[in-house]
């Protein structure tokens, strides 16, 4: 893989796949709200061995800038690209949610909407072409809604079922979506929840990424052992799930 775009490329999980796909002296394209901190990500990359670095600058949130950021990145390649990363999102506070749907709305635009809406144009442009993979990092909270954080479980849910009709649609056209659910990662997003044993780090989370970009696979859970405790989860009743303050 060597033309990649990385949508949300400071996200601490994404510069660890960056930095993988640097090594292996690939172009990328970087995409992020601010300006310092993805320069900084481009010069520690080139220094890694990527043969190019481009940025461009954007609050992903603004769904009418998104026509740009594809112009932009089929510039800086010359063509489509052969992959693109959505790494970014944020971690509402659920209580606020629930008093301020405004807040609530735009957490969920930022972490759903607006991640559906970059699927969309980049699968667009590679069914065109009729190859490309885009890979999307959803999360095991969009397995299961949960009461202490179902607006980021709902945008979460509808990004992976958004990911999962897009592959079904573009299977023919010979084009892979991969659905990426981390687990929990110690990252700035996590740095106020307690950790625990299950907390995985973003190198292993970002190379595990870049594994199943090349392989193509469909859906990835990361840990690999997130799948199993998702399907426990996943198999509690109703009636006995929503008793238990999850
Ligand atoms: N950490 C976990 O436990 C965990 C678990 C499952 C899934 N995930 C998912 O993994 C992905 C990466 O998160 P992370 O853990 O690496 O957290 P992170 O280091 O905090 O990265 C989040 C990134 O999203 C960017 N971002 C947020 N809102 C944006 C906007 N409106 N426009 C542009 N960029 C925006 C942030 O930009 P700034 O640097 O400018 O703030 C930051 O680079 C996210 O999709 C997250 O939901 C994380």
């Known amino acids: 893989m060597k033309n990649i775009v990385i949508i949300g490329a400071t996200s601490a999980i994404a510069i660890e796949t960056a930095k993988y796909f640097a090594k292996e002296g690939a172009k990328l394209f970087l995409i992020a709200r601010n300006h310092d901190k993805v320069m900084a ?50 971690l509402p506070e659920q209580k606020r949610c629930e008093s301020d749907s405004n807040y609530a709305i735009q957490e969920f635009t930022t972490n759903g909407t607006s991640v559906i809406s970059l699927m969309m144009l980049f699968g667009e442009e590679m069914r065109k072409v009729g ?15 949960r009461g202490s954080n179902y607006l980021y479980g709902s945008a979460k849910g509808a990004v992976s079922l958004f990911s999962q009709g897009l592959r079904n649609s573009l299977f023919k056209s010979g084009v892979k ?16 929840v307690p950790k625990n044993p299950l907390f995985a780090t973003a190198e292993e989370v970002g190379v595990s990424i870049a594994h199943a970009m090349k392989s193509g696979k469909n859906v990835v859970y990361v840990p690999f052992f997130w799948k199993y405790i998702m399907m426990i989860i996943k198999s509690i009743p109703e009636a006995i799930f929503k008793k238990l303050s999850l």
């Open 177 to 192: 979506v991969v659905t990426i659910k981390p687990g929990f990662v110690d990252t700035p997003m996590t740095k106020d």
């Open 131 to 145: 190859s490309g993979t885009i890979a999307v990092i959803s999360s095991v909270a969009g397995d299961r809604g």
């Open 41 to 90: 990500a481009a010069n520690d990359l080139l220094v890694r061995g990527a043969a190019q670095v481009g940025t461009d600058t954007c609050d992903l949130s603004n769904i009418q800038d998104h026509q740009q950021i594809v112009t932009n990145s089929n510039d800086f390649f010359g063509s489509v690209p052969e992959a693109v990363l959505i790494a970014y999102g944020t």
